[in-house]
């Protein structure tokens, strides 16, 4: 049981990488959306939130 849920989570340190690289918000959420999915295997159990914030600071 350890294994399959610790293989279904690999897609968070690809969330990481892609925001750390400059990924817009709205992907990494698609990203965490997928990877939520892939490891419910497409089912939810119940009503799920996810509020997406993006700070972008002002120009200099």
């Known amino acids: 049981m350890m294994q399959a849920k610790s293989s279904a989570w690999s897609a968070s340190p690809n ?3 892609s925001t750390a690289a400059g990924q817009s ?4 959420l698609r990203l965490l959306i ?5 490891y419910r295997h497409d089912k939810l ?3 799920a939130t996810i509020l997406m914030v993006e700070w972008q600071p002002p120009d200099p």
Request: charged content about 35%.
């Open 15 to 17: 969330i990481i990488r």
């Open 25 to 28: 918000a709205p992907e990494a």
């Open 34 to 38: 997928h990877a939520v999915l892939e």
């Open 45 to 47: 159990g119940d009503d």
